[in-house]
């Protein structure tokens, strides 16, 4: 069965300072992996998967499948990135629906 | 429609009673997914349809829990006898097809109280 482990309930930091935001996944195939955010008041929207390899935001996430982690990154933080961050994984063999890790609130500071 | 859209937002209920949530997907989306999500932890898979069919319901805790999406379209979950620990946030999302796993449109979510 595949899980998701976000470490960090919470991670606060002040503008301008450079975020990582850890996922860990386990799973004994290859993964799909996704990020999806939910900022304040509003509804849970992806934010990046790793297949497409894009930057949204400023963000970026390597899957590395040595370490089992696809750590989601911004080199500069800004004030409206404060948002609940969730990590989530979609196996293709076996259950197809995405399993989530328990998120990590970014608060940023000014 | 533009969005997914979830009703009622907000339902509270009496313990014992029965509710239905609903959940209209995005015009054209195959595939429509519940979760549930409790305070502090993420969303927790419950069902999913491609068209009218249920593909997956492992997810449902016990068998007072259904769903149902009859024409392909509207999704319907019902929740009987309801007991405090389905109090949670119910999310619906719905993707193009089976094939955009991940690729998820998420409603606003109905917040079920069980009181």
């Known amino acids: 069965a595949q899980r998701v482990t976000q470490p960090e309930k919470l991670l606060s930091v002040f503008k301008g300072a450079p975020v990582e935001l850890k996922c860990n996944y386990s799973?004994?195939?290859?993964?799909?992996l996704f990020w999806y955010v939910q900022y304040s008041r509003q509804r849970l929207q992806l934010l990046l998967r790793?297949?497409s390899r894009e930057s949204i935001k400023g963000f970026t996430a390597d899957l590395n499948k040595g370490e089992t982690s696809f750590h989601l990154k911004k080199p500069f933080a800004q004030e409206e990135d404060s948002a609940m961050y969730y990590c989530?994984?979609?196996?293709?063999?076996?259950?197809?629906?995405?399993?989530f890790g328990s998120g990590t609130r970014l608060q940023v500071q000014p | 429609g533009a969005g997914v859209s979830q009703s009622p937002r907000y339902k509270v209920t009496k313990r014992g009673q029965d509710v239905a949530l609903r959940c209209d997907p995005i015009s054209g989306h195959v595939s429509l997914y519940w979760y549930r999500q409790a305070l502090g932890q993420g969303p927790e898979f419950l069902t999913y349809?491609?068209?009218?069919?249920?593909?997956?319901k492992s997810g449902l805790p016990n068998d007072r829990f259904s769903a149902e999406r009859p024409e392909g379209s509207i999704s319907t979950l019902t929740i009987q006898r309801t007991e405090q620990r389905d109090s949670a946030m119910y999310r619906c999302?719905?993707?193009?097809?089976?094939?955009?796993?991940?690729?998820?449109?998420f409603g606003s979510g109905t917040r079920l109280t069980v009181v």
């Open positions: 999302a719905s993707s193009l097809g089976p094939e955009d796993v991940g690729g998820y449109t």
């Open positions: 349809f491609n068209y009218e069919a249920q593909q997956d």
């Open positions: 989530a994984l979609s196996a293709y063999t076996g259950r197809r629906a995405l399993t």
């Open positions: 799973y004994s195939g290859s993964p799909e």
């Open positions: 790793h297949i």
